[in-house]
């Protein structure tokens, strides 16, 4: 009996190394690479490994961190407004207004059209869109709608947040469909025998009842959202900042302590927010 | 109120799902402040008759009508009926006060005002102790009464009732359905229950609708529709009958009803084939003419003053009154 007993431990260790070793030597080794070095000393020509607290007193002392924490934020909730928005109202109609499955999946499947091509491609092609002569502007010109091409509709926070939304509405639509699939659907017909409208419905029913995917989905965009550097320079053309671009300007420098130091702080930023996120709804039920 | 003027009828009440048809014209009046239990086999269309009078299946003709009016174009809520769900469909995320009163909260009552009357409702099920619980914390017979709570505060005139002791276990069961008889009495409304247990039709209605077919193959007090099945398929469906074709054609005759005799001396012949002995009773498994199995169910002491075995031939008799013609 005790033999079984620790050979089955045994047999649960094995069955999990492989994994504990992917995420050991690829997530938790790097992190603690990055802490180590973050707290190194820099100058314009070498790197010394020392144990100041240089780098992270220039951060939290140099205003502009905090503009760029602040966009920073401004993008995430920006962004997680339109796809909770656009990915709670497509899954909505997928769970609740197409009854056969067939039509789900296909109507599905369709959502993950754009995830067939690769994030930069269907970012660069808003540009030709957009742009000063883009189609819009032309188009919106020809309708005479308006006199002159509208400048703000490429590299600005506009153009910024349509392609976070365009990129990521997908990871709030998956999450938030699956928790409304598994809505029993005599809880609707047991509300409507309560007298509950539609709006009611939805209000008291199917939105409390999904928190647990919308937390899923709020998870993975603000998660995404807050480490992107590439979107935000590509669709700014370079006109504003977010963290991960303050990031990748101190490795283009070789400033590797500095960068460092803000991944350390970036890190922790997402992990507080979260937190707070979690404290509002037990996913656990949905994992 | 005028009693008689809460009556519920189905007028040539049909669905069609596609090209099949689930109820077929059916009529039928329901006597106002009645246990009536809706009986059939699965697929019968007796939860699709549940359902349209409850509204949450459209009528594909035919109309139901509740205290005089067409209630069937109207939405769930004002038709004056509440429905008991058969998982009972608690809403998972509110407390059972919240579930209980839900329905006040759709219709704008104040929530000190709607804690009051749904605790008072709590109260009449018995369950006030757990009213900050969620449904998931409570058995499934307390979350039964949360649902017929629930169902209850809309003030109904009929209360629909869709198999709502099948998830229940045999024990509780039984209580249930004895607490379901006492609300009904007490309330003095029309409950109106589905079920595919003829023995709960029998135990708790006033009156039973049996249903086979997408039609009601016989209608009337509990013990009428025992005692004189007017088809095959009720008589066979109620249970405890034999169905023996005669010359003069097919009749119905409950087992206990039929008695054995010396051979030659009965109105049929038959030869046993097996005796179970159960409990109170014997049952003889007998062989007649034709290749039909007849049974016979004897008072045990009657049985072992004059025991058969197996193989003996027999003759069985019976009542003229208990002979049942069958039409179908």
Redo the contacts between chains.
Sequence with gaps: MQNLRESKSLIGWLMVSPLALVLGVFLVLPIIMITIVSFWQATEFSIIPAFEFDNYEFLFGSPVTYTVFLNTFKYAIITWVFTFLIGFTVAYYLAFHIHSLTWQVALFLLCTIPFWTSNIIRMISWIPFLGRNGIANTTLISWGVIDEPLEWLLFSDFSVVLAFVHLYTLFMVVPIFNTMMRI?K??I?????????GA?ILW??IL??TKPGIMIGTIFVVTLVMGDFFTVRIMSGSQSANVGRLISNDIALLQYPSASATAIVLLLTVLIVIGILLRFVDIRKEL | MNAAKQDLELVSLTKRYGDTVAVDTISHHFKPASYTCLLGPSGCGKSSTLRMI???ETVSEGSILLAGRDISPL????RGT??M???Y?????LSVLDNVA??L???GVDKSERDKKAGEMLELVDLTALKDRRPAQLSGGQQQRVALA??LI?RPQVLLLDEPLSALDPFLRIRMRSELRKLQKELGISFLHVTHGQDEALALADEVVVMNNAVIEQAGPAREVFNAPRTKFVAQFMGGHNVISLPEGQVAIRSDAVAPTEAGQGRIEASVVAVEYQGTHVSILTRAQGDQEVTAVVPDADFYASPHNPGDLIGLTWDQTNQHHLTA
């Design positions: 029993d005599s809880l017909e047991a509300a409507r025998d309560g007298g509950a409208n009611q008291n029913v409390p009842l | 409850a509204g949450h939405p769930p809520a004002q509440a429905m769900f058969q998982n469909a608690l809403f998972p995320h839900f329905s909260k759709m219709k629930r169902a809309t």
